[in-house]
């Protein structure tokens, strides 16, 4: 790997870790958050939630753009957003606010994203280049979600929490000033957008995000939670109807034939809602349950990261050893095992035995989220890589 590469890989991580640890880095800071701007407890979980819900309901039309639109392009313009987004946030003067800004925040990392692991795709073509550049990518996303943590951790107990966003604005100057010199401009054909299956398919996955999202804390009999919920059911047929009818569909049916990319997705799901339960309910446990602050809060779960990059890192060696699926089995396997050990803590257990159990499941994690990246994208076509990242990111 040249040193051009290693420059391009690197800043593409970089990115990649500041979306992935800003899903996280407020969970330390909520307490603070909701004192300073007097958010009711039944709304406090949307400053995480909202994110979530733009970031994951636009990724596939961020990474059909990014494949139509150019995807160098397509990196610095959800970078811009972001960063605007991030200083609104800081800045925010309100609950609304802030609320409105972190969920400008979710639409620009999915522009990013996608973005990001197509120009990696894109740059990095041989075989064992290829597997290294996503064992980092895997590293850093994987990790990104705990690091979260510690940062939001630190910053919060010396910084205040409006410092938990104000961070990422240098670095998307930073990010957008490279860019051009460090990243090739890559596109595909420039074929019609799908814009009915596009609205289709984001404000289908959005509906579901949100209906589940209402539908733990107010129930199923609410209105809110069943009319998101039979919104999405609607919409999201809709769209596979589009799938079928559309001359050039926002997502082509040839992708879904190759098992090996449906099943990797499907995996991915497993992973991220094993990472958000891990990250929020882990946090909220050593700040309320154990009182700890937010830095040793941020201390205590450090293992997860430190884990998550040792099983990035040994992802490729386990791969060739065990095969690609008991692998993979294996590492949800130890996630488990983590939860498990987590499980059996109560109010009277020592703060500090909370270690194995995260360090278990950030070793699986870790081990997981490279074999997965890697499944979800390798053998698609060059002209869909920005679409195949963005599902696998959904």
Known sequence: MDGRSQQALGLLCAAQFMLVLDASIVAVALPSLQLGLEIPD?????????????????LVLGGRIADRWGRRRTFMTGLAAFGLASLGCGLAPSATALLVARAVQGAGAALTSPAALALLLDRFGQPDERTAAIGAWGAVSAAGGAAGLVAGGVLTDTLGWRSVFLINVPVCLVGISLAPRWLQEARGPREPLDLLGAVLVTAGLASLLFGLTALESQGLDAGSSGGALLAASVLLTAFAARLI????????????????????????????????????????????????????????????????FAGSAMAGTVERRLGRPLALAGSLAGMGVGFALLSGLSAQSSPWSVVPGFSAFGLGLGVGFVLVTEAATEGVDANLRGLASGMVNT
């Open 42 to 58: 039944r709304d406090l979980q949307y400053t995480i939630t909202l994110y979530a819900l733009t970031y994951g309901g636009f």
């Open 245 to 308: 009818s559309a001359r050039h569909p926002l997502v082509p049916l040839a992708l879904f034939r190759r098992g090996r990319v449906t099943a990797a997705n499907l995996t991915a799901a497993t992973l991220a809602a094993l990472i958000a339960a891990q990250n929020f309910f882990g946090s909220l446990t050593l700040q309320r349950v154990f009182g700890l602050s937010a830095l040793l809060t941020g201390l205590a779960i450090l293992p997860v990261t430190l884990f998550a």
